[in-house]
């Protein structure tokens, strides 16, 4: 959708109950292309009920060049929290 409008926003939000797990994942590419700032809320809980941990995705958002900019919750791959990455 945003190839076909041409719009590349500079910040995305994910709030998708435990969803953020397979979004980001499947746009690993897009994503290393433009860069934009990410504001994830990440439901530890719930992926952990479905057998998935967000720590491969964090993995994978840091070898394309994000960083952790600031985070809610100390242990935030554990609890449900807040984190915000950005290739800045």
């Known amino acids: 959708m945003f ?3 041409k719009f590349f926003p500079d ?14 994942k499947s746009s690993m590419n897009y994503l290393e292309k433009y860069k934009p700032t990410l504001i994830i809320e990440i439901h530890n809980i719930k992926l952990k009920k479905r057998g998935l941990y ?17 985070k809610d919750e100390r242990d935030f ?8 990455l950005s290739c800045d």
């Open 3 to 5: 190839l076909k409008y």
């Open 11 to 24: 910040l995305i939000k994910f709030d998708i109950e435990s969803y953020e797990y397979e979004v980001l």
């Open 54 to 70: 967000f720590k491969p995705i964090l993995e994978d958002l840091y070898k394309i060049g994000y960083k952790l900019k600031a």
């Open 77 to 84: 791959l554990a609890k449900d929290s807040h984190i915000i």
